[in-house]
DNA sequence: TTGAAAGCGATACCAG
DNA sequence: CTGGTATCGCTTTCAA
């Protein structure tokens, strides 16, 4: 029992055009008096366009495919939300897939959002992706035959892109340990070719260097930026190292520590300077509040959707990197 | 340079007809000459059909609306992933609202899904709704025009909906605290009308009257579910009760109070015996680890998602309410 | 200022 | 087994 343009066309008694104009605000001059008319109908008549229509006949569907590793990890959902208030403001639609950061999948559905028709693609890639290796990501990437914006990670490749500067951030972090009279830093980073894990190791590295301590690779421990991998590298931490700071690359391994920790009765933060990533916001609600590499994600998904529109309309290629803070809390202490 | 089908047909010296038949597999008796032709065309020229001309002929968009209060909410954010991934394995697409807990916005994006032509609506509700009394809620239900299912609320009304048996909650909570000693027990619940707060309390109640302790007012705080009324309310707890246990009736509210309470340099863990609700699995990072009510997030999302397709089919009505219970950890200590 | 009619890319009914 | 063709609801060009 819909009501479609051609019946407010017969009960207005004008053409199918003119509805159409008049609904779309088009500025045809169409008689002040119609307009009032049809749009009074309309209205009253609680009018709904199709939007399968209006998507077939101007080829565009106003649908942003965004595609996700892993929504309940608080970092995606954060950013997830930035993305999809800032499509909502713009009148976009968010087509949101969840990958559980299985390559695959991420593949497969990246192919069905093509068919789906949607304008455009922000692609939040899983690590799974990016561990396999850059021969993979190349392959999977230039395959996308639509405007896509890769978000959160970064790629030699001449794409559309936006991330946060990692090095800076893993930089940054170690600086701030090194300050404070720490010499023997633990690092926790993502597991190889892991999206960023290799750029904030390389930042930790560079603090080291610029402060003349020598690299020791048997304080780089690496993860699945998961609870349970916190678990499990705090272990080794405790028994083969003589660390006296630890700096997690993720906030959840930072909380799988402090599981640990507190399960074997130890307190982590008495034992070790600590820093995070990610400045989840839990962080302020530890004692102490725990010092975190802060990234802004609201900018970065607002950021991604306005690259995607501008990519969409202007067919260029962008490339923007964030800059990332410390924010210094309670958890890092003087030597 | 899209191919369509009548290329395709073109190419295949067949009709269109016999090109929708192959390549959606219909049962037709197309000679298996053909049809292998036809799929090696589609697949060398990576065919990719047009959803919305599909959508349009069909009238079905395989694209589900679903409208949350705020994706940052780990209990919505956990919610959403079990939605999406029930979904895709359906082979359903999600179109995601998020709504910021504001119930003009909530009503406006129900009406552009519907315009957006999704099949049906899986609505979580905003507090913000049903904080503004049973009219309003009515008057915005029934005013969907779409199959629909209410997620995670219950209304007396008689349409589709699935929800935790919130009373329950509240009784088991409250009857544990009970069982430990406590007597003098203070309830944070949601704003008067907040979904499920109302449900929580009368199951606190409940528990209290079976046990012949009498209810006191004055141990019975309201807040916004979020970190913010956990730190407001802790210290009004304080001050003003001699309570020496507290049910939070959401874990965000549980955060806000340790939070407050790192601030003071106190422990909010020594000092009462504490109960959370959603089970958030932050809970099992702090020392003691957190009892909590216990909702299967997971179930609540595939579950709904299998209604919502049952509704769409079968036109019926569903109603289902699902179980809680009590994840009795470490924080509750006999008095 | 307004209308007729040609698409957009599929589906599905009816013939043959 | 296969093909013509109307149809879905809207946009847009071209004429009037």
Request: proline share 2%.
């Amino acid at each position: 029992m819909k009501l479609t343009m051609k019946d407010i066309a017969k009960m207005a008694n004008v053409s199918m055009t003119t509805v159409s104009l008049v609904l779309n605000n088009k500025k045809a001059r169409i008689s002040q008096k119609k307009i009032n008319e049809i749009k009074k109908i309309a209205a009253d008549n609680n009018y709904i366009p199709n939007s399968s229509a209006v998507s077939l006949a101007t080829n565009e569907s106003k649908t942003i495919g965004v595609v996700v590793p892993n929504i309940g990890n608080p970092f995606y959902s954060l950013l997830l939300k930035a993305i999809s208030d800032a499509l909502k403001n713009r009148g976009y639609y968010a087509l949101i897939i969840n990958t559980n950061d299985n390559h695959d999948d991420e593949s497969q559905q990246v192919q069905k959002l093509i068919s789906r028709g949607v304008d455009g693609i922000l692609l939040v890639p899983s690590n799974d992706l990016f561990s396999q290796g850059s021969t993979v990501v190349t392959e999977f990437l230039k395959d996308i035959s639509l405007p896509f914006v890769l978000v959160n990670a970064e790629t030699k490749l001449k794409i559309n892109q936006i991330n946060f500067d990692s090095v800076e951030g893993g930089f940054l972090a170690t600086q701030l340990l090194i300050q404070k009279g720490h010499k023997k830093i633990a690092i926790i980073t993502g597991e190889k070719g892991y999206v960023n894990a290799d750029d904030r190791l390389k930042g930790y590295k560079k603090a080291l260097e610029q402060n003349h301590i020598n690299f020791d690779s048997n304080l780089v421990f690496r993860g699945k930026y998961d609870i349970q991998s916190g678990n499990e590298n705090i272990t080794k931490i405790i028994k083969d190292t003589e660390a006296t700071a630890i700096f997690f690359c993720n906030d959840l391994m930072l909380y799988g520590a402090m599981q640990k920790m507190n399960q074997l009765k130890l307190n982590l933060f008495d034992r070790y300077s600590i820093i995070g990533y990610d400045d989840t916001f839990f962080n302020e609600i530890f004692n102490p509040e725990v010092s975190s590499v802060k990234q802004d994600v609201n900018k970065l998904g607002s950021d991604a959707v306005i690259m995607m529109l501008d990519v969409i309309k202007n067919k260029v290629v962008n490339q923007s990197k964030l800059r990332v803070e410390v924010n210094d809390r309670e958890s890092v202490k003087q030597l």
